[in-house]
């Protein structure tokens, strides 16, 4: 049987194992204890570190996001709103007797109603100096204006969205460079260029042109969306006008055919001399 002729190295290594164990412990909690130390970089630190130029440029980042994403509700809301009335139109408008009777059946509210009304107005008031214009004309220019109100109702609102998705992208570039422009500064004043010292100011910079895109993004595709939906809405509006001119123009020469032959010239009879 063999023994161990060094007792001492036996003993050595039971105490280097006895050691590692205790420590092992030890450095779990530390590795545990580091996931919890919060991020001192961040939205939180941007804002409270940042300068009124920094905050200046935040604000109206933010701002242009909230009106982008009013303007795309409100206006998917006003598009609804009319294609149900255009729909109600084309149920009840074209059935009635006449067009007094016509417009009864619209909401008054509704740009159905105004296109309708402002072309039965130029029929009735075809007087005065008006009169020199030819009836198809008048009306139909009277059609014609009231559907170029429409539609510019209808586009309330697109240009901002066109502005925020062109400008965007560069005030959040803008808000990148003056960060960084004081990250840089604060690095040369302090005359340390670590890693720690380079990494969260820039970082923080560029946060200012993601918001920058996360703001223009949704504007350029809310803009292009409502402009579809709007050449759609105004193509069953220019419809209606064109119809309903077509039945004014008709009503009106044969309420005309009915004055001529209701106001015939009496005869002429012979004085005896």
């Known amino acids: 049987m063999i023994r161990n002729r060094n007792p001492r190295a036996t003993a050595a290594r039971l105490l280097l194992a006895l050691a590692t164990l205790a420590a092992a412990p030890l450095a779990l909690a530390q590795g545990g204890a580091t996931t919890t130390v919060e991020n001192p970089y961040g939205l939180e630190a941007l804002w409270s570190a940042g300068d009124f130029v920094a905050k200046g440029t935040l604000a109206i980042l933010v701002v242009m996001s909230i009106g982008s994403w009013y303007i795309i509700f409100s206006k998917l809301y006003e598009q609804a709103k009319l294609n149900r009335q ?69 586009q309330g609102g697109l240009a901002f969205l066109a502005t925020v998705g062109s400008t965007a992208p560069f005030v959040g570039l803008f808000g990148t460079v003056w960060g960084i422009y004081h990250a840089l500064t604060a690095i040369g004043v302090a005359g340390q260029a670590s890693i720690d010292k380079v990494a969260g100011p820039v970082g923080e910079a560029l946060i200012m042109t993601a918001i920058g895109l996360a703001v223009a993004v949704p504007a350029v595709l809310g803009y292009n969306w409502l402009v579809r939906r709007n050449k759609a809405a105004l193509e069953d509006v220019r419809s209606f006008g064109a119809e309903l001119h077509a039945v004014l123009l008709g009503a009106h020469a044969e309420k005309a055919a009915r004055g001529k032959s209701g106001h015939a010239h009496p005869p002429i009879h012979a004085v005896a001399g």
């Open 86 to 154: 255009g729909n109600s139109a084309n149920k009840t408008f074209w059935g009635a007797g006449d067009v007094d009777k016509g417009l009864e059946t619209l909401d008054k509210n509704s740009a159905y109603h105004y296109i309708a009304k402002s072309g039965n107005d130029a029929t009735a008031h075809h007087d005065g100096l008006l009169q020199f214009i030819d009836v198809n004309e008048w009306i139909q220019l009277s059609i014609h204006r009231a559907t170029e109100k429409v539609q510019s109702r209808l």
